[in-house]
Each structure stands twice: as C-alpha cells, then as structure tokens.
C-alpha cells in the first residue's frame, strides 16, 4: 500500500545530495528517489487531460514530494498561431510560464507525465522539447510518468499546494531543433530523412486529423509510430530503449544524417524528435512545430497516400 504524505504547504524537506547529479535524457524512479532534496532539482508534473492523465486536484490529491504543476494542454506550452494548431509560442511567453513555475536557468527539471499513455508520454517530450529549444539541457523525462513511480511504491504527496515564488528564466532560441516549412521542403526535396511519428493509419493516408486539410504524408519520408516502443506494465507505461534503437536501424535511418520528425501538430512528433534525437542517437534531430496542420495548409504542396500515390493537396480536395 502506498504512503501519503498530506502537506498544506507542498513543501517537504527530504535528505539528499546537495546538489542534481546531470542525468540522462530518460532516468528512472528509482534515480528520481534519490534525487529527491537536491538543491536546485525540480520536479514538474504536467498531467493533463490527455490519456485520462488528471488535472490539478488530482496531482494535490497524489503526487510526487516537493513536485510542482503545470496542465500540459492549459498551461501555455503551445498556441494556436495563423490557423495551425499547438504551435511553439514566443520565447517571452516561455520565460514567463517557466520562471512563474520557480525554475530558473540553473535547475535541473525532471519532467512527470501521467504515465498513463502513449500520447501522454508526449506530453512531456514536448515540454523536454521546448527546454531543450530554448537552450536549457539540465532537462529529463521520468520514465513511467506519476503511474509508474506510484505502482512501484515511491512515496507519494498530497494535500494543497501552495503555487511557487517566481523567478527569472532566460531563454535562447535554439532554431537548430525546430525546423521550418521551407526546411521541411529543403530536406524533402534534397531527400533528406523526414520521419513521421504518427500512427500507421496517418501515415498511409488511411485517417485523417481534424487538424488537417488532407490525409496522407510529405512524399519520402518513413514511418516510426510514436507509441510502437511504450508499453505498459502494471497500469504505467514506459518507454523502452532496445526496441527502439531495433527499430531503428530496421527501417535504415543513419544518425548521423540530418533527420525531421513531424506528425499532425508537433505532439506525437516530440516524442518522435525524442527517441530519435535523445535516445536513439541521432546527431542532427529536428522537430517540425507546424507539421501536417501546416504542411496541408497550401494547395501546393504534395502528400503521398498508400492507394493514391502523390499528389497536391488541392487536387486531392477537388
């Protein structure tokens, strides 16, 4: 049975190393455990809506100690932008967001989906992501989310939670890991690796996104579906590595070659850019922010569908 710790103040004072040991891209609960009471370490939660994952009650009613929240889908990590959906805001609104959360340039964030999904774990590769663009690596991903570090009996919090002093973040825009739609054509058209995360019936043209003009995919590009290597054990789903690189290097991807990953909105397509960049080794990994929302809004441009073949976005409309 699980421990519950109920604290007013949603502060907690636990012995520990002095200060965050720089960790991996992915760390498990058992390293999050002993971390736990390092000087500057944070650790975020942002379980939402998404896959069942929860809200603010339900992170005060359980959650890691001493962690603190952000809803991934309220908060204000993506914008709807010239009529493309989840779009990455202005480096401004970020710094405000992440200072406002008490982070500041020299914490190492550990990044708690719910744990509870494939598109959860999306979540928090797209809030890893968005550090990492905005030139922050001390940034990891607990692996399992809250789900998993709950199933395995790590303590757990609960009570209200009194919201964090802000403070001041800088960001730099790292544009070498966000690629633009004419990048995204560039590569194409230099036939470049273009990687879509989304789920084979996406890719082959077979469902279509509300977000999007048209089914199908950008011509030349490979499918490595997001969710193929999360898999769930005991309730709480975790990402595993060895599949992955497996994967990999069946479908015939260098990763040493510049590479694109990209799904519908740039959700599915984090934890694309993730696996590929942060675990699979990957050395010039870009995500594609607009994706197929802004990739179909031109009548111009083609798409590739399994029973169609190529053709302009306009014409498959007409």
């Known amino acids: 049975m699980r421990r519950i710790l109920f604290l007013a103040a949603g502060a907690l004072a636990i012995a520990g190393p002095a200060h965050a040991m720089h960790p991996s891209p992915l760390v498990e609960a058992e390293w999050l455990d002993q971390q736990l009471g390092s000087d500057d370490l944070v650790v975020l939660d942002v379980r939402s809506s998404i896959d069942d994952g929860g809200d603010r009650d339900t992170f005060e009613a359980a959650r890691i100690p001493g962690s603190r929240y952000s809803n991934y889908t309220d908060a204000g990590w993506r914008e709807d932008r010239d009529e493309v959906a989840g779009l990455l805001p202005d480096v401004e609104d970020l710094e405000a967001l992440i200072g406002g959360l008490g982070i500041g340039n020299d914490d190492t964030v550990v990044i ?71 990048e995204v054509e560039a590569a194409r058209q230099a036939e470049e690796q273009l990687v879509d995360a989304r789920p084979p019936a996406f890719f082959t043209g077979e469902t279509q996104s509300p977000a999007t003009r048209a089914p199908g ?50 959700h599915w397509a984090a934890s694309g850019w993730f696996q590929l960049s942060e675990v699979g080794g990957f050395e010039n990994a870009t995500m594609y922010d607009g994706s197929m929302a802004e990739w179909t809004a031109s009548d111009s441009r083609p798409v590739r569908l399994a029973d169609r073949g190529t053709l302009a976005v306009g014409k498959l409309l007409e």
Do not use: M
């Open 217 to 266: 995919t950008i011509p030349g590009s490979v499918n490595l579906p997001h969710d193929s290597h999360l898999v769930e054990q005991h309730g709480a789903y975790y990402l595993k590595p060895e599949g992955l690189k497996a994967h990999i290097d069946e479908l015939g991807l260098d990763r040493e070659a510049p590479t694109v990953a990209f799904c519908n909105t740039g």
């Open 112 to 182: 708690v989906p719910a744990g509870t999904g494939p598109t959860d774990f999306g979540s928090a590769a797209r809030v890893y992501w968005t550090f990492k663009v905005l030139g922050h690596d001390e940034v990891t991903i607990l692996n399992g989310g809250f789900a998993g570090w709950e199933q395995q009996g790590y303590e757990v919090a609960g009570g209200p939670v009194v919201d964090t002093e802000a403070v001041s973040f800088e960001g730099t825009l790292r544009e070498s890991l966000l690629a633009t739609t004419e």
